[in-house]
Every structure is written in structure tokens, then in C-alpha cells.
């Protein structure tokens, strides 16, 4: 079945950037899109970016754009996202999530913890 | 960008009744594009509902979607324990957007 393994819990500095990988099993990884979303405390949602794994195109939400980077690795089948220039407001979960359009199939969530 | 408004912002319920849930668009969202999840607590969200009406895979008949144009509407039909959590809708017609959520509480 879909598996989503994302990498564990970070704890970051303001100002620095964050990598969360994101591994893919149980599906052809090249034939699907992965969104990356995140949900701060209490907050609702949040789309940030989402990676076509097949030919790598990528689509930012405005929000994020400049600095958010997500990139995949095919032969490990794994995405990846990097967020820079952080602040304190971006401490949340971040969630990889599996799809082109509607989010299939979730990983189980990674903690970033920004503070100084 | 499209603003989802969700309401109730608490639902009040028991196992065994009817749950009707509220999803509405600032902009008319075509119905292929609108999607619900569920999330309880420390979990990740799962997919309930596709297409506005369409069931993912898995899901019980007794969750439903309807609707069109900037109103749409998740309902479950007999609720049980394991339905007591927090449901989201989702757009994704133009770039994504999310509702704030429902939570759903016995």
C-alpha cells in the first residue's frame, strides 16, 4: 500500500533554512505529483508547493515563493522540501501529501520548531 | 485567492445522528475541484471525499458530499465513535486553499 516516510523533528534558529525529505513506496513514484502543506498550532492548512515527480516541474504557492525550493530524487524515490529565511510563524507540521490534484495519500507529519 | 469558509465552527453531536457539515467558497469552485478530509488528533489528514462527491477509496458509504458553485456540504449519515474528529475542505481549482475546519465533538 502507499507509504509516505517523512524525515523526523528539527529544531532551527530564525534566519536559517529547513530540509524535510519525504520517501514514497507502494506506487510508481514517477507517475504522481507530491503537494507539500504545512499546518501551524491551531491554524488551518496551508498549501505551500507541490513537484511533478516525473519531470520535476514545480508550482509555489505566491505565499512561499523565493523561499521554498522542492526538489525530488528518482532513484530514491523521495521528495524533498527546503524552506529559507525562517521565522518564528513558521513553526508547524509539514506534511508531504500524494497527488496531481486532491491529496490521496499523507506522510505522517514533520515538526519544525523555529526559535531562538 | 479562494477564501473557504467552514461552518459550523463546533458541532455538538452523539453517535447514531446525522452530521451536516458546511464548506463555503469566496468564488465559485467547480465541483470536480472540491475535496474533503478528516483529521483527529496527532494523525494526518485523510482523504473522505473527491470531485465534491465522490468517495476515496475505503471510505464508508455514510459519508457523502454534495453541492456546486460556492456552497458544498459533507454529511454523515449515522455517526460513529470513530467519526468524532476535525474536517477540512479543500479546493483545488485555483492553486489549493483550505476551510479553517470543523471539529466535531460528541
Known amino acids: 500500500q502507499v507509504q509516505l516516510v517523512q524525515s523526523g523533528a528539527e529544531v532551527k534558529k530564525p534566519g536559517a533554512s529547513v530540509k524535510i525529505s519525504c520517501e514514497a513506496s507502494g506506487y510508481t513514484f514517477t507517475s504522481n505529483g507530491m503537494h507539500w502543506v504545512r499546518q501551524a498550532p491551531g491554524q488551518r492548512l496551508e498549501w505551500m508547493g507541490w513537484?511533478?515527480?516525473?519531470?520535476?516541474?514545480?508550482k509555489y504557492s505566491q505565499k512561499f515563493q523565493g523561499r521554498v525550493t522542492i526538489t525530488r530524487d528518482t532513484s530514491a524515490s523521495t521528495a524533498y522540501m527546503e524552506l529559507s529565511s525562517l521565522k518564528s510563524e513558521d513553526t508547524a507540521v509539514y506534511y508531504c501529501?500524494?497527488?496531481?490534484?486532491?491529496?490521496?495519500?499523507w506522510g505522517q507529519g514533520t515538526l519544525v520548531t523555529v526559535s531562538s | 485567492e479562494i477564501v473557504l469558509t467552514q461552518s459550523p465552527g463546533t458541532l455538538s453531536l452523539s453517535p447514531g445522528e446525522r452530521a451536516t457539515l458546511s464548506c463555503r467558497a469566496s468564488q465559485s469552485v467547480s465541483s470536480i475541484y472540491l475535496a474533503w478530509y478528516q483529521q483527529k488528533p496527532g494523525q494526518a489528514p485523510r482523504l473522505l471525499i473527491y470531485?465534491?462527491?465522490s468517495r476515496a477509496t475505503g471510505i464508508p458509504d455514510r459519508f457523502s458530499g454534495s453541492g456546486s458553485g460556492t456552497d458544498f456540504t459533507l454529511t454523515i449519515s449515522r455517526l460513529e465513535p470513530e467519526d468524532f474528529a476535525v474536517y477540512y475542505c479543500?479546493?483545488?481549482?485555483?492553486?489549493?486553499?483550505f476551510g479553517q475546519g470543523t471539529r466535531l465533538e460528541i
Open positions: 479543500h479546493q483545488y481549482g485555483s492553486s489549493n486553499t
Open positions: 513537484i511533478n515527480a516525473g519531470n520535476g516541474n514545480t
Open positions: 501529501a500524494l497527488g496531481a490534484t486532491v491529496m490521496k495519500a
Open positions: 470531485g465534491a462527491s
